[in-house]
């Protein structure tokens, strides 16, 4: 019981200052910089740019497969 407790009393000594380094990249900056998203005037999120909407799945079924409920892979 002794040696037990002198183990897990190591690991939180010697472990717990080595987890502090990994995490600390994981923690948003608040300074301003350019690692920050740009923000509206109103504090929302600026979302404006080059969106594109297209996409290689048809909205709706092609009519010679309209009457089919399961399609195979090359359909």
Request: proline share 9%; hydrophobic share 40%.
């Amino acid at each position: 019981m002794r040696c037990e407790l002198c183990v897990l009393s190591l690991v939180a000594l010697f472990g717990a200052p080595m987890v502090g380094p990994a995490y600390a990249g994981q923690i948003p900056s608040t300074a301003g910089d350019a690692s920050t998203s740009p923000h509206t005037a109103w504090g929302q999120p600026d979302l404006q740019g080059v969106w594109d909407f297209r996409t290689l799945t048809p909205m709706e079924r092609p009519d010679e497969l309209a009457d089919k409920q399961v399609l195979t892979a090359e359909e």
